[in-house]
């Protein structure tokens, strides 16, 4: 993967974003749902999706849907597609899926349509073909809070590495679009680099060595997804003798995407700075919520949700923007983000 160093805004000031309209939702059938559903689990290899699938066994262990036997496509669109396959051949009415590659999944949902089968996706919005719902937090939202902490620590100048996701899934597709226009007098000396598909302890960000080198003076590092990338960056920074204590000279301001419990360690250990909480809770919650929605009929509208999320129309279906909140010291012992509760249970 290439490195490039460009000029961009850094986030002294929050850049505004589309503000979103609102909407109630409707019920067209308010007859129970029937019949079963097909739930595919995208990947195995970070922590985030592996509790991502924790909560949705919960939900399905609780009754909140009728599931045929979950599968799990790891990161393979020919997975995900033949698994859809088989839901159909299985008698599916709803299908629940992560595609990883948003462009690819595009005929599968032509077919789901035609069988008037419902889709709802979660975290990931496809690129053409309909769907029911999308269940996501607002992607514009995290590059933007990530990108105007950076600012804010760094006060408007400096150096910073963007770790960014695989270009095939629209989330790393327009990571560098939703973070760059939110950087003022920063330096970003910027890489792309893609979800490893292997497990995340053997794996590094490809290319760090060679961009730390290129770039000692690196005062920033965002991650867009800590749950592939923050051990391995953790690990070579050590190497480098690199990794500082918050607070103390030399130390680089690390903020990441994911919320998962190993970043609220290393926040409070002082390692990074902050991170954005995915919702891997919420995720599954209104999965399979919106599942048996369209099982029961329900129609939905723009606007603001009981469940503190705006959903907006887009070009195929709806989208649910859930809440992700900023933790930092301040806040990463709340009970309330997920990544706490599953510590109590463990």
Known sequence: ????????????????????????????????????????????????????????????????VKALPLTNSQNDIGKLVANVQTFTDQGAKAVVMAPQDTGAI???????????????????????GNVYMVVRADNKAYGT????????????KGKVVEFQGDLSSINGATGPRRSRPAWTRTTRASRSSSWPPTGRATSRPPSSSPTLAANPDINGIYMQAGGVFLQPTLALL????????????????????????????????????????????????????????????????????????????????????????????DNVDDPKLWANQLEKKS
């Open 238 to 329: 050590e190497q480098k003798k690199l990794l500082k204590p918050a607070g103390t000279a030399g130390h680089i301001t690390i903020i990441s995407n994911d919320g998962i419990p190993e970043e609220f360690d290393a926040i409070r250990a002082g390692k990074i700075d902050a991170t954005i909480s995915q919702p891997a809770d919420l995720y599954a919650k209104y999965a399979l919520y919106y599942a048996k929605a369209a099982l029961d009929g329900k129609t939905f509208k723009e606007g603001p949700t009981d469940h503190d999320s705006n959903i907006i129309k887009i070009p195929n279906g709806f989208e649910d923007q859930l809440p992700a909140p900023l933790v930092t010291k």
């Open 106 to 128: 595009a005929e599968s949902l032509n077919t789901l349509n035609d069988k008037k089968i419902p889709v709802i996706s979660v975290d990931t919005r496809p690129d053409k």
């Open 1 to 64: 993967m290439r490195v490039r160093t460009t000029s961009a805004a850094a986030c002294a000031v929050l850049l505004a974003v589309t503000a979103l309209a609102g909407c109630n939702r409707e019920s067209t059938d308010d007859g129970a749902g029937a019949g079963k559903v097909g739930i595919d689990l995208p990947r195995s290899d970070s922590d985030f999706w592996n509790s991502y699938q924790n909560y949705i066994e919960k939900g399905v262990k609780a009754g909140e």
């Open 145 to 156: 809070n990530a990108c105007k902490y950076l600012g804010e620590q760094l006060k408007g």
